[in-house]
């Protein structure tokens, strides 16, 4: 595939991902998906990737995906991410705090005919920790 088509695959996986649109991503997604920084716990494949997504989208209803920058070459697309939501749920034995968090990603997807074989992500971790005051605020 072209790297714009890649790109424009991105788009549409970002989409569905934040209505937790699963069984769309089935299409996009390969059933032996790498996710190369998985969540403590996840399971492995395509279907660990969908257990993840439950998961924050449960904690976190109104979670957004604003997409700042992609760059695509040859197999890889590489995305900048902002992200955001609402802490309504329990997170990974974090009780609900009901604050706003918004962080940043970026990731890099592999993809092979039509479909993510692997991902690479790295996220503010520390920051996302910090607004939900799991961490205090370095000063």
Known sequence: MSTEKNKALVRRSVEAWVKGNWALLD??????YVDHDPLPGQAPGREGYKQAGTMILKAFPDFQIAVEDMIAEGDKVVVRSTCSGTHKGEFMGIA???KKVTFTQISIYRIVGGKFVEEWSNMDTLGFLQQLGVIPPFR
């Open 27 to 32: 299409e996009f997604i390969v059933t032996d």
């Open 96 to 98: 609900p705090t009901g």
